[in-house]
Structure formats: structure tokens, C-alpha cells
């Protein structure tokens, strides 16, 4: 008898155990903004302002020069292929804006991670930006012009650049007077983000 009844409040503490509810509260918040501006970006994420370019996960031996950029394969690269609408008829103007110390002494270079030198972010690498994989002429990310046309109410302009890692170490200073400068430090491993304003103006 005391087997049996031992069974019996197993299954009633089972059957209490499996009704019991709870309620867990949450909410969605949607943000964003409306603009008006003559002028646009068209791209496939429907954003106005912001492009998105990935440029993925790439081995420290694959990263070219800015001269000599790697676009073998995907890793390391990135592209970008958007249109600017005009609402009505317009001189309109892309350009490049990288903040003052962001960049290379020439421009051509964007630094990664604001310049951080913490654990975990990628060193002696930077991002450049250029018309196509066929071009080894990097835009000058200070004031480069993406576009520059004149277009008709309703017309659109298409937008095109390519984005690779490329390796922006600074040499070693010679160890003395008139000597030949070290080599340069070779990128290393680690987190590798950059942000790149732009400016469009119409008239």
C-alpha cells in the first residue's frame, strides 16, 4: 500500500507541476527617421543614410598594400552598388568626408577601430576604398567625389566602390643616422571595424 500511494503523489506533483503558468513582458521598439531631402540613396537595405559594406573574415597573409590591394576572392573585400534619386532636377555631388585623423597622411587610408591599440583589435591595417577591383587608385577618403552629375527629376545616378584591408603599418626608424629604415610591422589579427562619412550636396 505505501508503494502504491507513493506513485499516486508523484503524479499528482507532475500534473501540478505541468498546469503552472508565468508571463515574461517585453517590448518592441521600432526606430528610424523621415527625410525630405531632394536627393537620396536607393539601396537594397532601404536605408538613405547608411551603407553597409562587409568585409568578412580575412587571414593577416592575404592583406595587399594600397598600392597592390587583394581582391582574390571574397575575404578582405567588400563592394558597395546603389543609385542617388533626384525628387526634382538637380546638380548633386557625393563626396567623401573622413574626419581629420582618421586617415593616412595622403588620405587613402582609413584608420580601423578609431586607432585603438587594445586587446582584441586589429593593428598595423587600415580600410581603402577604390572605383573598382580593376583600379589600384584609392579614393582620397578626405574629399574624393563618388559622384558629380547633373540629373532630371526622377533620375538616378548609379554609385559604385569596392573596400579592402590593406596593411598600413609605419616602418621602424633606422637604428642610426643614415641607415635605411626597418620594415614595417605586419598586420595583425583582431577586430577591424571603420566608419566613413559622406556628404551629398545638390544645388
Known amino acids: 500500500m505505501k508503494k502504491a500511494s507513493t506513485v499516486l503523489g508523484l503524479a499528482i506533483m507532475a500534473a501540478a507541476a505541468g498546469s503552472a ?3 515574461t513582458q517585453g517590448r518592441i521598439e521600432f526606430k528610424g527617421s523621415i527625410s525630405a531631402d531632394t536627393c537620396y540613396l536607393s539601396n537594397a537595405g532601404g536605408d538613405a543614410q547608411v551603407i553597409n559594406v562587409q568585409l ?3 587571414n593577416t597573409e592575404s592583406i595587399g598594400s594600397v598600392a597592390a590591394p587583394s581582391f582574390s576572392g571574397n575575404a578582405g573585400t567588400g563592394s558597395a552598388d546603389l543609385k542617388v534619386v533626384c525628387k ?3 546638380s548633386v555631388k557625393m563626396t567623401l568626408a573622413a574626419p581629420a585623423g582618421e586617415t593616412s597622411a595622403d588620405g587613402r587610408i582609413l584608420r580601423v577601430n578609431g586607432g585603438s591599440t587594445a586587446a582584441g583589435y586589429a593593428q598595423n591595417v587600415g580600410i581603402a576604398v577604390y572605383p573598382s577591383t580593376s583600379s589600384k587608385d584609392a579614393f582620397d577618403l578626405k574629399s574624393g567625389v563618388l559622384v558629380d552629375r547633373s540629373l532630371k527629376a526622377g533620375e538616378s545616378v548609379s554609385v559604385k566602390f569596392v573596400a579592402a584591408y590593406v596593411a598600413n ?3 621602424t626608424p633606422p637604428a642610426k643616422p643614415g641607415e635605411a ?3 614595417a610591422p605586419a598586420p595583425t589579427a583582431g577586430v577591424a571595424n571603420a566608419t566613413l562619412p ?3 550636396t545638390t544645388n
Open 56 to 58: 568578412g573574415v580575412v
Open 21 to 23: 503558468s508565468a508571463q
Open 181 to 183: 629604415p626597418g620594415p
Open 88 to 90: 526634382a532636377d538637380s
Open 198 to 200: 559622406f556628404v551629398i
Open 169 to 171: 603599418g609605419v616602418p
